[in-house]
């Protein structure tokens, strides 16, 4: 890609300090992802608020870095080779972030393996199952008057909290020690609250879940990387 300086993202995002890796997110469940990552990991970033909007995520700067116009994205002056590299996907981004800094991916191929296969379950299965749950529940989706569409996601979404559930069970960590694996499951378990979907996926029941996710939370570098970057620029 070219120098972060001639990038058109410099355009309506400029860096500030353009040696650091540049983050373009919002607060949503994906988007922390990655500010949590960096806190955790200690990487010197700089954050910048694209907002969903159409006006931010759909604007020539932003689909010049992203063409899937979706939040987070980043690029890395100090990428692999001597060279910057420009990353979109929240996944490939907390795996290159993990390699590049020898954390939060395991201490052998067995423990990488496992992570990186708890992560795909979020990524193919949590993130969209209760994406669509938000979507039914309370967005627009919950003025229709079919509630099978609902129900769907409503039972999907029980079924993931209790695979979820049993694998906690005598554990601390999804996979073994913490990684980002847990970075990615945790914020979209949290998004349950939001969608006010708690109730209806019986979230109380799941007692390995219900303590997974406050000892998610209350880790300093969650709790400071969910407010990353601010909603308003």
């Known amino acids: 890609m070219t120098e972060l300086s001639t990038h058109p993202i410099n355009n309506k995002w400029p860096a500030k ?7 373009y997110s919002f607060p949503t469940p994906n988007g922390v992802k990655v500010s949590i990552a960096l806190e955790e990991m200690g990487i010197a970033y700089e954050a910048h608020t694209v907002t969903l909007s159409d006006t931010d995520v759909k604007s020539l700067e932003f689909l010049a870095l992203n063409p899937n116009n979706k939040i987070p994205a980043i690029i890395d002056p100090n990428g692999p080779d001597g060279g910057p590299i420009a990353l979109f996907e ?52 919950s003025e229709w008057e079919d509630k099978r569409p609902q129900q769907r996601y409503i039972d999907e979404a029980r079924r993931l909290l209790s695979v979820l ?36 996926t ?27 970057p601010p909603r308003t620029p």
């Open 90 to 141: 929240s996944g490939a981004i907390l795996i290159y972030l993990a390699e590049k800094s020898g954390k939060l991916l395991g201490s052998t191929a067995h423990e990488k393996a496992q992570i990186i296969q708890w992560l795909m379950f979020q990524m193919g299965g949590l993130g969209p199952m209760f994406g669509q749950l938000g979507f039914f529940f309370k967005f627009a989706g």
């Open 165 to 200: 559930d049993r694998t906690l069970d005598g554990k601390e960590w999804i996979a073994g020690p913490y990684s980002i694996a847990d970075i990615a499951i945790g914020p979209w378990v949290n998004a349950l609250d939001f969608y006010g979907t708690k109730a209806v």
């Open 202 to 228: 019986g979230f109380a029941e799941y007692k390995n879940v219900v303590t997974y996710l406050d000892r998610f939370m209350a880790r300093p570098a969650v709790v400071k990387g969910r407010q990353i």
């Open 17 to 23: 300090d353009p040696k650091l890796l540049q983050l």
